[in-house]
């Protein structure tokens, strides 16, 4: 199986700051998925990326970036941080459509 | 459209008892279907897949799930709980092809034990 790496388990930024948020596949898969997950609100896609410098908008993209500017690596960017943006947030990636998505262990962010 | 419900945002079982966590899909086309447990503080992992081979999928950790197309449904279930099955648990279903690979998660059901 694929190895997902996200970069830090738990993060603490202060509100305005620009907060890069890493993720890391060990094999060669195209798909690659970030996702914000909220008590009450279940999973819910930021951005996903089909290939290197490829991005497609999810359901919720306002106030995120992202890139991928290799196959292997997808940030996901907080423009500037608000405390709406208090989450935990997991990276996901994919071989193949229709494939399951595997997941990183999750960042746990909080902007005071 | 896709979409995933699943009934009952927490479930409480004995040690030892019958776990069913129900999931209904509402899909046009042929389904790709996936239950994942989520561990505290920990990412998704894949629990078991349905891909349109054998109706029951049978998972890791003495899960399975039965593909009923009958009833949209998609329920997870194990024979005995033990008390580490204590976790949350998705149901997703995969979008069509052209969609991108996405999925569409239900709500989560929370997974207790009691000894």
């Known amino acids: 199986d694929v190895k997902v790496t996200q970069s830090s388990r738990y993060l603490v930024k202060r509100t305005g700051e620009k907060v890069f948020l890493e993720c890391v596949q060990d094999m060669d898969h195209e798909n690659m998925f970030w996702y914000r997950q909220d008590p009450g609100l279940g999973l819910r896609l930021i951005y996903f990326?089909?290939?290197?410098?490829?991005?497609e908008k999810g359901d919720i993209p306002e106030g995120y970036s992202v890139s991928r500017e290799k196959k292997e690596r997808f940030s996901l960017i907080l423009e500037s941080a608000s405390t709406n943006q208090t989450s935990m947030y997991l990276c996901a990636v994919q071989g193949r459509s229709n494939q399951p998505q595997h997941f990183g262990d999750g960042t746990r962010l909080s902007i005071l | 459209a896709q979409s995933v419900t699943q009934l009952g945002s927490h479930v409480s079982v004995s040690e030892g008892a019958l776990v069913l966590l129900r999931c209904n899909y509402s899909s046009s086309v042929p389904p790709y279907l996936f239950w994942y447990v989520q561990y505290p503080n920990q990412g998704l992992q894949l629990l078991l897949k349905y891909t349109s081979a054998a109706t029951l999928v049978k998972g890791i950790n003495g899960f399975e799930a039965e593909f009923k197309k009958s009833e949209t449904s998609f329920h997870l279930t194990k024979p005995s709980a033990h008390m580490s099955d204590a976790a949350e648990y998705f149901c997703a279903v995969s979008l069509t092809y052209n969609q991108g690979g996405k999925l569409i998660f239900g709500q989560g059901t929370e997974l207790s034990v009691k000894p």
């Open positions: 990326s089909y290939d290197v410098k490829m991005k």
